[in-house]
């Protein structure tokens, strides 16, 4: 945002909903950290550990929580999370950008493809039969959508995103660079010796609101729709497989790795590298740490981990070693159990 675009903090405590401590005529343009903000941009401090920052930050104004700004000499925006009102100012001074209605003269679009005349079509962009683009989107450059797609209105495909085959987007989602939605799912079956590909005839379903990271991949349905219900959340490198369900609001982290036919439910949060196998279903609420295996459903809401954190090289050797007694110890008190009856 430059500076004819600037808001003053009266402006921004307003738009926000905060209340104003300090200078209401102070002119912001943009946020930065604690650490390196300069007079014409917006802090934040949601972090005890970053308190130490806050006397020497030089930011036009900060985001904090009310015992915070008590001592704090500057400008203060006071909110209860200090953290979500960054998103949003951030979201002021740096919007998302808006169509720029038509369709470019390199793009490909098929007689039986439906685009809006207020959609965006970029360079190289290829739009199979029957497939809709609705007003507002945005279809990047490069991207493949393939046969009885739909994009809803207000989406974003940033560029190179591939919509395989009978994909549904809702409004307002927004896929990163390289994703694939609607490849096959991995429906194999041994026959004589010999693997044979069972035909993947469902689609892809997904909500309002969704967003999915670069490279990440869903795949179609076997029969019924692989599914992400509203505000979904998705990093880059997540692999969702075919017939899941991952329930509204539900957020996971890079390198996520879905089973076919899981069930996640909503409001759950899986970490970087968790894995989750098929056929199961976590209920939700729920919390799964970084790099855990779910090998069996979850009932009930909570935080859930599994695996050893890292340890030296010489430690991890000593535990391994012992883990590999540990069947020969349990054998020998048992053993000794059933002695003293």
């Known amino acids: 945002m430059d500076a004819k ?21 102070i002119a912001l343009h943009g946020v930065g950290s604690l ?30 929580r009310g015992e915070d700004a008590a001592g704090y000499p500057g400008t203060a925006l006071v909110a209860g999370d200090p953290y979500a009102a960054y998103a949003r100012a951030a979201a002021l001074f740096h919007p998302r950008r808006v169509a720029a209605p038509g369709i470019h003269p390199s793009a490909v679009v098929h007689a039986d493809a439906e685009v809006d005349p207020a959609a965006e079509v970029g360079p190289l962009t290829s739009i199979g ?19 009885d797609c739909a994009v809803g209105r207000d989406c974003e495909l940033v560029a190179r995103v591939t919509l395989v ?6 409004a307002r989602v927004r896929i990163h660079p390289g994703a694939v939605l609607g490849a096959d799912g991995f429906g194999l079956a041994m026959d004589a010796g010999r693997w044979i590909n069972v035909p993947q005839l469902g689609g892809v379903r997904v909500g309002d609101d969704c967003e999915i990271g670069a490279n990440t991949t869903i795949d179609r349905g076997a029969i019924e729709d692989t599914v992400l219900e ?32 899981a069930r996640i439910g909503r409001y759950c949060m899986l970490a970087g590298a968790a894995g989750v196998a098929g056929h199961l279903e976590i209920c939700d609420h729920v919390v799964v740490t970084a790099m855990s295996m779910v090998s069996q459903s979850i009932r009930e809401p909570g935080e859930y981990s599994s695996g050893i954190s890292v340890m030296r090289s010489r430690d991890w050797r000593r535990s391994a070693a012992r883990l590999r007694q540990l069947d020969g110890l349990a054998r020998r008190v048992i053993a000794l159990e059933r002695e003293r009856e």
Do not use: K, W
């Open 5 to 25: 675009h600037a808001l003053t903090a009266a402006e921004l405590a307003q738009r926000l909903g905060l209340e104003l401590r300090g200078d209401p005529a």
């Open 35 to 64: 650490a390196a903000a300069g007079p014409g941009e917006l802090a934040f401090l949601s972090s005890a550990r970053y308190r130490g920052e806050l006397a020497a930050t030089r930011a036009g104004a900060v985001l904090l």
């Open 129 to 147: 039969a029957r497939s809709r683009v609705a007003a507002g989107a945005i279809v990047g450059p490069g991207c493949v959508i393939g046969e």
């Open 165 to 170: 085959a009978r994909v549904l987007l809702g």
């Open 230 to 261: 509203e505000d979904v959340r998705l990093d880059n490198l997540i692999q969702i497989a075919h017939n899941v369900h991952v329930g509204a609001h539900t957020a996971m982290a890079g390198c996520v790795g879905i089973a076919g036919s």
